[in-house]
C-alpha cells in the first residue's frame, strides 16, 4: 500500500513539476507578435445608421430642472434620464425621496424613450394590451415622458415619488422645458 502511494505521489510531483516548467518557460519566453486580424469586409455609408443622443450636460440639466420643480412644491422625488438605448445617464435622488424612486424613475424614463411617448398615455394603452406591463424593465405609470429631435426620442426622463403620476409628470416636463432655454 505504501509503495502506491509513493507511486502516486511521485506522479503528481512529476505532473506539478511539468506543469511548472512550462508555466516557467512560458513566462520566460518573450510574447510572438500578434497575427494580423483579418480583414473584414468594408462597409459602405449606406449600410450605417447614424443616432443622436442627448449629452450628458443636458441630461443633468433636464434632471436638476425637474428636481428643483418638485422642490418649489415640497416634493421628495427622484429624476432619471435615460438615453435612446435606455442606458442611465443621470440619476438625482432628491432629499427624503423614498428608496424606490430611484428605480421607478429609471423605468419610467426608459419607458417613455421606448415607446416615444408619456407614461401617463402608455398607461392608458395597458386596457388594449395588458400585456405590455410585462415587458421587463418598464414601469407604467405617469411621470415619465420622452425627449426627442426632429421626431425622433432620443432620451427620457422619469420622476417618481411625488403622492400622484399627475405631478411627477409635471416634474418631468419641467425637465424638458429646461432643454428648451
Known amino acids: 500500500m505504501n509503495k502506491k502511494l509513493a507511486l502516486a505521489l511521485t506522479g503528481l510531483a ?7 516548467g512550462v508555466v516557467s518557460a512560458n513566462a520566460a519566453t518573450p ?6 486580424a ?13 443616432t ?38 443621470v440619476t438625482l435622488r432628491g432629499d427624503g425621496a423614498g428608496p424606490q424612486s430611484p428605480e421607478s424613475a429609471v423605468r419610467k ?7 416615444n411617448a408619456p407614461t401617463s398615455e402608455l398607461a392608458k394603452r395597458l386596457a388594449q394590451a395588458p400585456n ?5 424593465g418598464t ?12 421626431g425622433a426620442p432620443v432620451a427620457g426622463v422619469g420622476v417618481a415619488g411625488a403622492p400622484s403620476g399627475d ?7 419641467a425637465g424638458l422645458a429646461a432643454l428648451n432655454k
Open 52 to 89: 443622436t443622443h442627448l449629452t450628458v450636460g443636458a441630461a443633468t440639466k433636464a434632471a436638476q430642472a425637474a428636481l428643483d420643480a418638485a422642490a418649489k412644491e415640497n416634493q421628495k422625488v427622484s429624476v432619471a434620464v435615460v438615453d435612446r438605448d435606455g442606458n442611465t445617464l
Open 167 to 173: 405631478l411627477d409628470e409635471k416634474f418631468a416636463r
Open 14 to 20: 512529476v505532473a506539478a513539476a511539468g506543469t511548472f
Open 132 to 136: 405590455l406591463k410585462d415587458i421587463p
Open 109 to 115: 424614463a426608459y419607458t417613455a424613450v421606448s415607446w
Open 31 to 36: 510574447a510572438a507578435p500578434a497575427a494580423p
Open 139 to 150: 414601469l407604467f405609470l405617469a411621470g415619465g415622458a420622452p425627449v426627442t429631435a426632429k
Open 38 to 50: 483579418a480583414s473584414g469586409a468594408a462597409v459602405g455609408d449606406r449600410d450605417l445608421t447614424t
